[in-house]
């Protein structure tokens, strides 16, 4: 028996820079094309509905076919299929004309279709819903303070509680932009899940895949042993601990130093520049400014009550760098904090 196809309709057009997409270009262990042609073992079939790398357009390609595809899924047409969610999910119901985001068009008026709307339709047919990038997983830098448009990630549109056709929690692969090869990983594991060959993905309590972002930037990190030695750089281009210059390593959850950004070269702190905590739920509102020092400087060897007292600090730190700011929910007010 053939097996079936596994369609990922990944739609960008989500509040997004499409640096996820972006991204995804340079993932290698494995790449984006080995899981286009299900050149993995085991992987089931695969059709890619991605605007960077559409095969399936045709010689009668254009964009009206393009988005068929998900007019299909939207009726019910598709199964399995993942949907892949990048930028992050605007508030529709808080402006006052327009709209904030939108993809393809209603082919019996002719009017754009909000993103808002297609989650509406897409979602109740999905086998999976993924967030790529921390914008569709928690709302990201569109979702700042101050944002007109009352931009939310993926779990606060659709609930946090939510679940897929196949009873999958939505999936968040956080990052600024998305680490390549993270992402790719998770979807492979989705992809083996759909096909029964994997067992449920496991996440983290903001929906994260465990395995990779169980570990902060700083364990992994290969400057530590100079915050170990409490050789604190003060400036940069200096090879010696950053944590002083910006850095929020202790307090983030990150794969990237661990694995390297392309091909397992390079990852901020790793390679000289601080981690600004891009993967984090309350990332960018909770670090900023960047590049001042953000209190989690105790020098290691250091015992006794001041220890103890800063170690509280960064768990303290910790534990609200995990939480996304109040305002990012659904509602029919504004409460960002936007002033006309
Ligand atoms: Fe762009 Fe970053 Fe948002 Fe991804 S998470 S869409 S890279 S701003
Ligand atoms: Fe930790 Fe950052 Fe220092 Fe690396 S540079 S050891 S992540 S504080
Ligand atoms: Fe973002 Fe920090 Fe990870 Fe770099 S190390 S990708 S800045 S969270």
Same mark, same amino acid.
């Not at 899940?193 to 290969?222: K, T, Y």
């Given at each position: ?102 993809? $393809? ?25 993924? $967030? ?42 956080? $990052? ?127 015992? $006794? ?36």
């Amino acid at each position: 028996m053939t097996e079936p196809t596994v369609h990922v309709l990944w739609l960008n057009a989500g509040l997004s820079c499409d640096g996820d997409s972006v991204a995804l270009t340079a993932a290698t262990q494995p790449s984006i094309e080995e899981i286009a042609t299900s050149a993995l073992p085991g992987l089931p079939p695969v059709e890619l509905h991605w605007p960077l790398l559409d095969y399936e357009c045709g010689p009668q390609g254009g964009a009206d076919d393009f988005v068929a595809w998900f007019h299909r899924a939207a009726r019910g047409e598709l199964d399995p299929f993942v949907l892949v969610v990048e930028g992050s999910v605007p508030n529709e119901d808080v402006k006052q004309e327009g709209y904030w985001t939108g993809f $393809g068009s209603d082919p019996a008026t002719g009017q754009p279709i909000t993103v808002c709307t297609w989650l509406d339709r897409l979602t109740p047919h999905a086998t999976a819903v993924v $967030g790529a990038g921390t914008c569709a997983a928690y709302g990201g830098v569109h979702a700042m303070a101050g944002n007109p448009t009352g931009a939310m990630g993926v779990p606060d549109y659709l609930g946090w509680d939510w679940r897929s056709t196949a009873g999958i929690p939505i999936v968040c692969v956080p $990052g600024c932009p998305v680490h390549p090869d993270s992402f790719a990983e998770t979807l492979v594991h989705l992809l083996h899940q759909i096909a029964g060959r994997a067992p449920m993905i496991e996440l983290d309590d903001n929906l994260r895949p465990a395995w990779l972002f169980g570990r902060s930037v700083h364990e992994s990190c290969n400057l530590a042993g100079y915050y170990e030695l409490g050789r604190l750089a003060t400036g940069y281009g200096r090879d010696e601990c950053l944590v002083k210059v910006g850095c929020w390593g202790p307090a983030v959850k990150c794969p990237v130093p661990r694995r390297g950004w392309i091909n397992g070269v390079g990852g901020c702190p790793s390679v000289g520049g601080v981690c600004v905590a891009c993967t984090m739920p309350g990332f960018p509102d909770q670090f900023m400014p960047f590049m001042d020092e953000p209190g989690l400087t105790v020098a290691p060897a250091t015992e $006794g009550l001041y220890a103890t007292l800063v170690r509280t600090l960064q768990s303290v730190v910790l534990h609200e760098a995990e939480k996304e700011p109040e305002w990012r929910r659904r509602g029919d007010a504004l409460t960002t904090g936007y002033t006309a």
